[in-house]
């Protein structure tokens, strides 16, 4: 498989624009561990390898846990992760799937009780642009495996 198009060449100022908004999240206070869980949580759910590959590096270069990188496909099912992260995955789920159910109320509740209201507009955004860079990967067939990470 090859890539499609190489957005960063052809439209830099779009993925400066995007970029900005990651900037913004990596010191919006939310925990990195917990920004990683999220991303890759939200790019398995869309099936965007690149960003499977690259969260999960970026993830354990942090110091994560190869057992709860394993399990996060069943994150319910496992002990493995805080009543917080528990909150934000089923927030990211929500959001990243959201024309089934439009973001129930049981999840929002859950979620608010666990983030503030400026970390949970934080949180979304995160989501948000998760999943913007998971459209962007796949429909331009971005190749997984090279990425290495350089923020830790």
């Not at 990683?36 to 939200?42: I, K, P």
């Not at 909150?87 to 024309?99: G, S, V, Y």
């Amino acid at each position: 498989m090859q890539p499609r198009i190489v957005a960063r060449k052809v439209a830099p100022g779009a993925i400066e624009a995007m970029n900005g908004l990651e900037a913004y999240l990596e010191e919006c206070g939310l925990e990195p561990s917990l920004l990683d869980l999220v991303r890759t949580r939200a790019s398995q759910i869309n099936g965007c390898a690149y960003c499977i590959d690259m969260h999960t590096k970026d993830a354990r270069a942090q110091g994560e846990s190869e057992q709860r990188l394993y399990a996060l496909n069943a994150w319910r099912e496992t002990p493995f992760y805080t009543d917080r992260e528990r909150a934000a995955l089923a927030w990211t789920e929500a959001l990243t799937l959201i024309t089934e159910g439009h973001v129930p109320d049981k999840v929002y509740e859950q979620v608010r009780r666990h983030f503030t209201e400026q970390e949970l507009v934080n949180l979304t955004l995160a989501v948000v642009s998760t999943n913007g860079w998971n459209r962007i990967a796949i429909s331009f067939r971005s190749m997984p495996g090279t990425y290495q990470p350089t923020r830790h």
